[in-house]
């Protein structure tokens, strides 16, 4: 599966709580959701206003850290990213990614993405293309039982399928 | 083999290694005021009125927003009551207190259980042998149905503890001194068992702030391995006699790492995280508005007698404000039976119903933009608790001695 987009560069260490404010948390419409999507970054109203759907979220360590609120994923994939791109992702938002079908990769050198480089990215095979740099890349797949999961179109369909 | 990869050898019906992805049988499955309706509502959409795989295995507890503070939480918690009535499940409603001490009191968690929920910290489990992992809504509700969900088996870390504390250094000041050391990131993805002789005389409330805090290092979960006390206190609750468990004598390690606490005097994580970590001393004379004293790290009953026991005839300074919060019904009635409630009322505190209270912004007692916190609790992220408010964590002892003196003040100056 091939996404293109356009990526929006984060740093280290981006929680749940920037990712979306636990202020919101009531909400439970997931398009409501979608808007706030960010906004606790220090560059969240650029993000909120300026996203395009199929656009990537590349960013440094442990992304995701935080509290478990789901709405962090609900809230990126509902504003239109396709992938996100880290060097490594905290458990619980890395599971809440593979359970609901957004991708995400693992990549040691997210530095070599910048703010607003077109990229193509291969969420199987991990191949990443640098488009604007025309530059290629391999990141770390997901495990096998992870991506049977996303082709199964997430947990809920993946558990009827088992026994 | 190490205590996370027996939890999971045992679920998985195989012997695991870490790095492998297993499905596992939970014992426990656990919702709450937040989170809670977001997963009846996948569950509803997916399942319908199908049953949850064990009524008896599945469990609400209220205590983020308790009682309801509006109307949309109130409705949220009647739509919990009616899945709870629905399906048989277990309820535990606004007249607990924190979830994972609930369960803990209620003798549903046991050595070698796995547990998962909707907190973040339902790691502090592992303060008696279990393993609690927070999940998102979406893994709880096919956890409730299939009674197991899928895991990557963690690599452990293992910390030794060795020394004896000195007067007012305890089991806060140690973790926040591991988590100086370790970062917030340093156990990502990791398990970890704490040991040595320092950890084996931890008593269970200290186990708790030991344990919960393991998530501020994104460690997934954090053992200690059951005592005799440990295991008496859950036999009693469970009434009935449970296994005992703990590593192999040759359990291989990732990594490993010493602390020795002879001269470890109170620590004090500044904002805005918990690993910016310091000796009290070094920060002592910043003035503060406010002085939290619960939440699921430090709202045992022997946490508020050890502030109780600094503010016992004394007075908070004019102008702080400081609010007590024990985390369960079951401390509270202890701590009014000891007459610690009485302290800090005459001392000037506001002491509110059990629960997590101001971990997170779901209780009275946010903090205005610019405000100064010292807090118990496990967090202190920008955000956390009021924009632009500053937050520092420490421990019981730290936060009164704060509170008598309204600026951030080591105990042992009082
Ligand atoms: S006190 Fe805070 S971290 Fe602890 S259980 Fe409650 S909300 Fe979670």
Sequence with gaps: MIVKGRVWRFGDDIDTDQIYPGMYLPLTDKSEMARHAMEGTDRGS???????AGDIIVAGKNFGCG?????????IKGIGISVVIARSFARIFHRNCVNMGLPILLFDDPDRLADGDLIDVDVTTGVIENTTRGEKFTAQTLSTLELNIMKAGGLFAYLEEID | MTIIEKIFSRAAGKDVKPGEYVWAKLNLVAM????????????????????????????????????ARNEKVAENQKTLRGFVHRQGARLFDVNTGVGQH?????????????????????????????AGFGMGTTDVAGAMYKGKLWFEVPQTIRITVTGTFKDFVGAKDLILHIIKRLTTSGA??????????????????????VASMVTEMSGDVGFIVPDDSIMDFIESRAG???QRIAADPHAVYEREYEFNVDDLNPQIACPHSPDSVRDVAEVAGIPVDQVFIGSCTNGRLEDLESAADLLKGRKIKDGVRMIIVPATMEVARAAVRAGVHEIFLASGGVVTNPGCALCTTGHPGILAPGETMVSTSNRNFVGKLGKGANVYLASP?????????????DPRSI
């Design chain 2, 240 to 242: 009935q006699s449970i």
């Design chain 1, 67 to 75: 509290s478990s609120r789901e709405h962090a994923p609900v809230a």
């Design chain 2, 188 to 209: 990502l993805n990791r398990a970890v068992e704490f040991t040595g002789e320092v950890v084996d005389r931890l008593k269970i409330w200290e186990r708790i702030t």
């Design chain 2, 397 to 409: 002892t730290v936060a009164a001695a704060t509170a008598i003196a309204g600026e951030i003040t």
């Design chain 2, 102 to 130: 609930v369960l803990l009191e209620s003798g549903l968690v046991h050595p070698g259980d796995i547990v998962v929920g909707t907190d973040s910290h339902m790691n502090l489990l592992g303060a008696v042998g279990a």
């Design chain 2, 32 to 67: 709450r005021d937040f989170g809670g309706p977001n997963v009846i509502q996948e569950y509803e959409e997916h399942y319908g009125t199908r049953p949850v795989f064990d009524a008896q295995r599945v469990a609400v507890t209220f205590d983020l927003h308790i009682p």
């Design chain 1, 46 to 52: 650029e993000f909120i206003e300026g996203v395009k």
